[in-house]
């Protein structure tokens, strides 16, 4: 196997590249890091770790970033749109390059969703340049073709997609409103049954996954990263009162008892209508594992709670949530 020991990251500095240039640095990489600078650079005192200024959308920048540091790996965690990793890969053309994708590139529907079986959103020209929501899967989906087209030319260029990432750092903080409502509050609104599943991963395996995939992955492929085990909506509360030693009560609201509040299930941070769960068969081929939900549940906990996150700006209100509580004990 060849020996590589120098990676650029294309972003890098906010939640999964962060825990991904600790992966890279403690495999004794030296690590670039290329961003515009708007979020800080946390590895600024640390040896083996640089960063340089630069727009991932000017091609100048990518060219002046592969000239500084001739890296044998680059991983890009913000290709957003299909153009930028076309560029990526063409600029990159001579290192292991692998690419961030995402869980929602699939069409929904197969249960697990399977590399190279699970098709893909399509994705037409008008939503390749859009940054709405409802384009980013169909966006990750162009994405990923563009990397299997470069690999079709040669380059060594492979895909990983992540499902659900929690961890610390994460500022989304959609599992964050769990840690909050299970740490302030005995009873919490779960909707439907509390069996929602969506297939999670910890950040800390997500960045062991793509130092495996950037040294040992096959070019062309696409590996999902998701942990071995899935929990439900209901355990994720479980979970987190046992690392917070307290316990919850989850009131389950039906979709009518929602509305009659104005609440979607949707609104609810981290509800899915449906199973999305993915196999990780191809991932755990390369040797592979992740760690035990209990175990890094339990960090995430604790960094969340140190860091005093509440949850996203638009999350469900709790005044709303306890007057749809209260109207379930009434029926």
């Given amino acids: 196997m060849p020996s590589y020991d120098t990676a650029l990251f294309v972003g890098g500095t906010r939640f999964i590249g962060r825990h991904a240039v600790e992966a890279f640095l403690g495999a004794g990489y030296d690590v670039t890091t290329v961003t515009r600078g708007e979020h800080g650079d ?3 005192d640390r040896d083996g770790a640089e960063n340089l200024r630069g727009d991932r959308t000017e091609r100048a920048d990518l060219v002046d970033a592969r000239d500084a540091v001739d890296p044998d790996v680059v ?29 929602s590139a699939y069409v929904p529907g197969d249960v697990p969703m399977r590399e190279g079986e699970t098709p893909l959103h399509p994705c037409d020209p008008e939503q390749e340049d859009d940054d709405s929501v409802e384009t980013y899967g169909p966006r990750k989906a162009e994405c990923d073709r563009a990397v299997f087209a470069a690999a079709d030319e040669g380059v060594e260029a492979m895909a990983v997609r992540p499902v659900l990432v929690q961890g610390p750092h994460d500022y989304t903080e959609r599992f964050g409103y769990w840690v909050n409502r299970v740490a302030e509050h005995d009873e919490v609104l779960v909707p439907g049954d509390g ?12 960045a062991r996954a793509l130092l495996l995939v950037a040294e040992e992955g096959a070019p062309g492929e696409a590996y999902n990263a998701a942990d071995r085990s899935a929990y439900s909506l209901d355990r994720s509360l479980e979970l987190i009162a046992d690392a917070l030693d307290t316990e919850v009560e989850p009131v389950h609201a039906s979709a009518r008892e929602l509305a009659a509040h104005d ?7 981290l509800y899915a209508p449906d199973p999305m769960l993915v ?5 755990a081929a390369l040797g592979w594992e992740s760690t035990p939900p209990a175990e890094y549940v339990a960090n995430t906990v604790q960094a969340h709670v140190e860091a005093g996150v509440t949850g996203p700006e638009e999350s469900l209100d709790r005044r709303t949530e306890e007057a749809v509580i209260a109207a379930v004990a009434d029926e």
């Fill in 42 to 44: 946390p590895f600024a």
């Fill in 75 to 103: 991983v890009d965690f913000i290709g957003l749109h299909p153009g930028e990793v076309r560029e990526a890969t063409d600029v990159f053309a001579d290192a292991r390059y692998v690419y961030v994708s995402s869980g």
């Fill in 195 to 206: 069996g929602s599943l969506l297939h999670r991963v910890s950040v800390r395996d997500l």
């Fill in 263 to 269: 609440v979607a299930p949707i609104d609810v941070p």
């Fill in 279 to 283: 196999s990780t068969e191809k991932l």
